[in-house]
């Protein structure tokens, strides 16, 4: 095993990479895979069929569905809310447990590579997030984010783009150099590495 | 015993109904009392004067304070935030310990038979949510919410309607029929099953 | 040993003043400080750095990261969203791991003693909030909170003022006299006890 696991944590998959680290009180299921070198913060649930990227830091506090894919170098803040289905009832109400018969209630998360999601952060069921978003702390996510795109807000609203790095960009005349060294390109709402 | 206790569970109570289950890491206090068939998902605290229904699925993360009611069929989505204090201080802040001497800052909140709460969402202080309604994720919930209603928001604004089985309902004519079956009409914003 | 630490929480700090109760499944790291008298709810995480004065509540499943200060009798309510980086990413990605070589990415929380944070609330990086001052449940805080404000929303607004003892207060001619007993004049946006 060259992954490692805090002694109160429950973990039950195997499919986990080297050098991953996951922290106290975490509970993983069976049927979760895991990339390497990511750290799994506290009290951090992962249901089965979730599926994780390498390079991935997830704080404390937070709960992956079934549904829910984290592509390479994702961060997830603290507690963030990701969800999976668009209308919620309880499975066991007899008025609603003909809907949980089968998936088909079932609406999945992907979130593409390098993208961060802010503290407390919700996520509705069936979005995407694009490559190196991110995503504002207590926003309310309730539609697709582009690759680059900042978005913030109840519901969330896009406020501006950020480089690859994180740091915020600025555009003049479509152009856009970032303090990194990286840069941009925007052309019809879509921002483009030059 | 007749229901299930994950072994990393502390549970002071035994006023858990049959086919119960309490996950991993759910602290549940004496006091506290639950009805047959539930789901109660990891991480989850229950204070003392908790009283939750049968048929009831809470997802993990939720923390019920003194003062909170769930009745049969209720869902309590991932991370939920429950209060019971509309003017919150620290009780051992020497400016405020007066008012923390009886129970008088205490405002309770009922969920009614089938409601849905979705992730995160936040419900204030002496809040009833109404049969069958469905909280949004990430709302904030100010005010009483209405039988069948959908909120969402912050602060939390009525967006429409929903059936029992949880799907939107729309209505023309004041009359509305669910893909389930179901038949309602909505007069003087109630909506009744006929 | 002068404090109570529950038999399932973590502790590597002996830092902890007389009659702290530290509840189930914390984790607080070497290098805490906390004061007297504290309760800290279960589920509460603190990381290396955290400082916490005396007479805090800390409700559970908090999660107090590197930079976050607490002065004297402040509550912190349940699973409020501290935060410590003003562009995140994940470290481990390539793209962004240079910014992460040194502490030049913290910014730093400071709250002033007596205030209140209500659940779920999000209080972005490098914010001051005022001695006395309430942030109401859900908030998402942008900017420095006055001493005495009373802020709500997404992002938070100031609603109004209250009192050291948390009741609200309302000014006529630049007066309010609380329940309690005491007095405050209100001037330039600025509350002082007289």
């Known amino acids: 095993m060259d992954y490692f696991v805090h002694p109160t944590a429950i973990v039950d998959t195997q499919d986990i ?9 975490c509970h993983i299921m069976d049927g979760v895979s895991i990339g390497d070198s990511c750290n799994i913060g506290d009290n951090t649930f992962m249901e089965s069929g979730v599926a994780v990227g390498s390079n991935v830091t997830i704080k404390n506090g937070n709960m992956l569905w079934e549904g829910v894919t984290l592509e390479d170098g994702v961060f997830v803040g603290p507690g963030v809310f990701f969800t999976n289905d668009r209308h919620p009832r309880s499975p066991r ?24 999601i802010g503290a407390g952060a ?26 680059c795109a900042v978005v913030a807000g109840n519901p969330a609203r896009q406020k501006g783009w950020v480089c690859r790095c994180g740091l915020p960009l600025t555009f003049a005349g479509g152009c856009s150099r970032c303090h990194c060294g990286r840069k941009y390109s ?3 709402e879509t921002v483009q590495i030059v």
């Open 93 to 116: 109400l007899p008025e609603a447990s003909h809907r949980y018969q089968d998936h088909s209630w079932l609406s999945p998360t992907l979130v593409k590579q390098g993208a961060a």
């Open 186 to 188: 925007l052309q019809n």
């Open 122 to 147: 919700v996520i509705l069921p069936g979005i995407t997030v694009g490559e190196f978003a991110t995503i504002g702390a207590g926003a309310v996510v309730t539609k697709d984010v582009r690759p």
């Open 17 to 25: 990479g080297k050098g991953t680290k996951i922290w106290a009180f």
